[in-house]
């Protein structure tokens, strides 16, 4: 008999509770939070086709595109294989990542340098686009559009 009583009040005890968490006042239902996201492809949408004087990348064609992804400290993790003489019908174009790539604290800013590679002098900086992840958090887009300097591109990935 006791153990009987000792049964009912833990299931009252039990169904106190659940009564509580109904009582909240939406949901009791955790958002879906992910502290990783790995970049599995870059975009290019738009790329200015000429230098800050005026002048296009190269003197007889267009630019040999390529990109570095780099954090504050310009260490390379990664770069696109090159993309030779691009004319602006060539866009967009991107790479696809053969091993995603995986930022593992949300909060570490990464850039996309994008270059035109030259064969006689050093390559020339098309643009820098920074990358923070934690920016977009709300949401978790798998699709992320930046842009800066007139290079306009979009980075895809993957929220886990
Ligand atoms: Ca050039
Ligand atoms: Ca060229």
Redesign the pocket.
């Known amino acids: 008999m006791k153990k009987t009583i000792l049964l009912i009040s833990a299931l009252v005890c039990l169904l106190n509770s659940c009564n509580k968490e109904d009582a909240s006042p939406t949901t009791t239902e955790k958002p879906i939070t992910y502290s990783n996201f790995k970049i599995t492809s870059v975009k290019i949408n738009n790329i200015p086709f000429t230098d800050g004087n005026g002048s296009s990348?190269?003197v007889?064609?267009?630019?040999?595109v390529y990109f570095r992804l780099t954090d504050k400290n310009d260490t390379e993790y990664t770069k696109g294989t090159q993309y030779?003489?691009?004319l602006s019908t060539n866009l967009p174009f991107g790479w696809n990542f053969t091993k995603a790539f995986e930022i593992n604290n949300l909060n570490t800013t990464f850039f996309v340098e994008i270059y035109?590679?030259d064969d006689l002098d050093s390559d020339d900086l098309i643009g820098i686009v920074g990358f923070n992840a934690s920016y977009f958090t709300n949401g978790y887009p798998t699709s992320i559009p930046l842009s800066n300097s007139g290079c306009d591109i979009v980075i895809n990935g993957t929220w886990y």
């Not at 007889?60 to 040999?64: E, L, Q």
């Open positions: 990348w190269d007889s064609s267009g630019p040999d030779n003489d691009i035109d590679h």
